[in-house]
């Protein structure tokens, strides 16, 4: 062999290695830089299976706070339902007793107009007053299907609840403080007074 083509062939030799030299640290990088991508997945799926149970309890926690908000909702809606039926019935009986007590002084007229004597009448107003007395009978019925009822006060006790007293006067029949005569008729509406009886109390000293 001569001594050029020997030197060729060390040459060959030379710049082989010096290739292989350079791949191997290549693949060196690329199997690091594969490690790396592998460890990286690794890292985001535990982060993932970490991130799981968290977004689990978080959706609990929101559900169970839907439900209580529900549940008080519910609650303050019974609630208004109960005070909106309580006002209207409040309100209901005190435009209830307002038209009533309006009706009252009409029936006292027809009260008046009914103790006229009957035999001083001629027979036309005989007639007249037999059908004020069916209309006057008419009217209280009606009052009576409302919950009105006449206060019973002749010889009870006075008591300011049901009674406005605006005399005194002596009584061989009834006690100190006892009702004796009933000037206006007193109402009750239900268990409520609807208008005090105005009366004439015992008084004898």
């Known amino acids: 062999m001569s001594k050029d083509k020997k030197k060729e062939e060390k040459e060959k030799q030379t710049t082989a290695e010096a290739v292989e030299e350079t791949k191997q640290p290549a693949d060196e990088i690329a199997a690091?830089?594969?490690?790396?991508d592998d460890g990286a997945d690794t890292k985001q799926a535990d982060n993932q299976n970490v991130q799981q149970p968290d977004a689990t309890a978080q959706a609990e926690a929101a559900a169970a706070e839907m439900k209580s908000r529900y549940v008080r909702l519910q609650a303050d809606f019974a609630n208004f339902k109960k005070r909106t039926?309580?006002?209207k019935q409040q309100i209901s009986e005190v435009v209830k007793m307002d038209v009533l007590q309006n009706i009252l002084p009409v029936?006292?007229?027809?009260?008046?107009?009914?103790?006229?004597?009957?035999?001083?009448?001629?027979d036309e107003l005989k007639s007249f007053v037999d059908g004020y007395t069916m209309i006057y009978k008419q009217l209280m019925t009606v009052l009576e299907k409302e919950g009105v009822t006449?206060?019973?006060?002749?010889?009870?006790?006075?008591d300011p609840n049901y009674h406005q007293a605006v005399m005194r006067v002596p009584s061989d029949e009834y006690d100190n403080d006892v009702v004796v005569e009933v000037l206006q008729e007193g109402y009750l509406l239900g268990d409520k007074t609807l208008r005090p009886a105005m009366v004439k109390v015992a008084?004898?000293?």
Not at 32 to 36: I, L, N, Q, S, V
Not at 107 to 122: C, G, K, T, Y
């Open 32 to 36: 690091e830089e594969k490690a790396a």
């Open 203 to 205: 008084f004898n000293g």
């Open 85 to 87: 039926a309580t006002e």
């Open 107 to 122: 029936i006292d007229n027809f009260e008046r107009a009914l103790q006229v004597p009957q035999d001083s009448l001629s």
């Open 150 to 158: 006449k206060i019973d006060a002749v010889g009870k006790p006075f």
